[in-house]
């Protein structure tokens, strides 16, 4: 199907999906399911806080309480992800002609998905994209098949042995 011809709500209902990636345990890039799921009990429970200050709220999953430094690792873990796509997304409005384009390169890309919309939509594909475009989603390629921390920790100086 030619999703270019779908109407604008589902067409960002389908951006939208393309962040949240596979499942645990999953190769595919993106966020995760179960970090989405984490992200959102972690807003609701800071929701929760906020009107009863006083209330004490282990964040569960299922049966298991999950430990608070794994919360914050997994909400860091979101927030970087979604600054670098905003970062990413950028440069490559800087390259190719639309924002549509842009945007969904850059998330096609990072989680690893395929197909974009509009210029790498379901009829085009990503060859007419200039050479230093192709180096930028070469790089969001990486950061979400092998996750933004690890690559983040393999480029890093600190990390390396002397």
């Not at 179960?34 to 929701?47: E, P």
């Not at 906020?50 to 309480?65: C, D, I, M, Y």
Request: net charge positive.
């Amino acid at each position: 199907a030619d999703f270019d011809m779908w109407p604008n709500a589902l067409r960002l209902m389908l951006v939208v999906l393309m962040f949240f990636g596979g499942c645990a345990g999953s190769t595919g890039g993106g966020i995760k399911m179960v970090r989405i799921l984490v992200v959102f009990k972690a807003a609701w429970r800071q929701i929760r806080t906020t009107v009863q200050p006083r209330l004490v709220a282990p964040l569960k999953f299922g049966k298991t309480v999950v430990e608070e430094n794994m919360v914050n690792s997994i909400v860091g873990f979101f927030v970087l992800f979604i600054v670098l796509f905003g970062f990413f997304s950028v440069i490559m409005s800087l390259i190719v002609p639309d924002f549509t384009t842009a945007v969904t390169t850059v998330v096609a890309t990072m989680c690893n998905i395929g197909p974009g919309l509009s210029g790498i939509g379901a009829t085009e594909n990503y060859a007419w994209i200039p050479i230093h475009g192709k180096w930028v989603l070469i790089l969001c390629m990486l950061l979400g098949r092998l996750e933004v921390f690890t690559v983040i920790v393999a480029f890093a100086p600190i990390s390396w042995r002397k």
